[in-house]
């Protein structure tokens, strides 16, 4: 069974530019969250999507969108980026969107803005 | 709103010591309670969850963790820690049941270990 795989591992992006990052979900799960984790601090949801449906979104503003594809992978597209936006984004995929399934992590993609 | 406090950012243990994490959340109701583990360069790693039933829940590797609703707590404890538990721990908390299971994280506590 492969796991959640994001790509690319590391990204160098300078401000004002925009940037695509990829997420496969685990086999047979079809719910798909972001985190954005900032160096020294936690995860932060970003936003989920179950079904290719945003299913929820955290206190990130509009620059941030998604896109959840029929085979449940994922891509976090982040326009018009900012030095704060430099971070560890996390993409984790469950069997659904209940309190009970498990989130599965993929390893994160660095982003450094300049 | 929900929210997670760590209140050690680093903690030092020798190898074969016992480990406490500590863990407080805010939240209205009962939540839904993780403690999730990152190593360098890896994704989180669940290693164990509180949704309800025995306040005390064993995880993998070892770990368990005991919540307790009067203090808001969900303290992370081993008996003997290994060289290979150093990592950084995170807390987390779910708004449980049907409302989803978008976590909240702490901020984070690194272990280190001394040999």
């Known amino acids: 069974e492969t796991g959640v795989t994001q790509s690319p591992t590391h990204l160098i992006k300078t401000r004002g530019q925009q940037v695509t990052l990829r997420c496969s979900s685990q086999?047979?799960?079809?719910?798909v969250s972001w985190y954005q984790q900032a160096l020294g601090q936690g995860p932060q949801f970003i936003f989920q999507?179950?079904?290719?449906?945003?299913?929820g979104r955290g206190n990130f503003p509009p620059r941030f969108s998604g896109l959840q594809f029929p085979n449940y992978s994922s891509e976090l597209n982040v326009n018009a980026l900012e030095l704060d936006d430099s971070a560890l984004y996390l993409c984790?995929?469950?069997?659904?969107?209940?309190?009970?399934?498990?989130?599965?992590f993929g390893p994160g993609t660095r982003l450094t803005v300049l | 709103a929900q929210s997670v406090t760590q209140p050690d950012i680093h903690i030092t243990v020798s190898e074969g010591a016992s480990l406490e994490l500590r863990c407080n959340y805010s939240?209205?109701?009962?939540?839904?309670l993780f403690w999730y583990v990152q190593s360098p360069g890896q994704g989180l790693q669940l290693l164990l969850k509180?949704?309800?039933?025995?306040?005390l829940v064993q995880g993998i590797k070892g770990f368990e963790a005991e919540f307790k609703r009067s203090q808001s707590s969900f303290n992370l404890r081993k008996p003997s820690v290994h060289w290979s538990d150093a990592a950084e721990y995170f807390c987390?908390?779910?708004?449980?049941?049907?409302?989803?299971?978008?976590?909240?994280f702490g901020g984070g506590t690194r272990l280190m270990v001394k040999p």
């Open positions: 984790a995929s469950s069997p659904g969107p209940r309190g009970v399934d498990e989130q599965f």
């Open positions: 086999s047979g799960h079809n719910t």
């Open positions: 999507y179950y079904r290719e449906e945003e299913n």
């Open positions: 939240y209205g109701a009962t939540p839904y």
């Open positions: 509180y949704f309800s039933g025995d306040t």
């Open positions: 987390a908390v779910g708004p449980g049941s049907n409302a989803g299971n978008m976590l909240t």
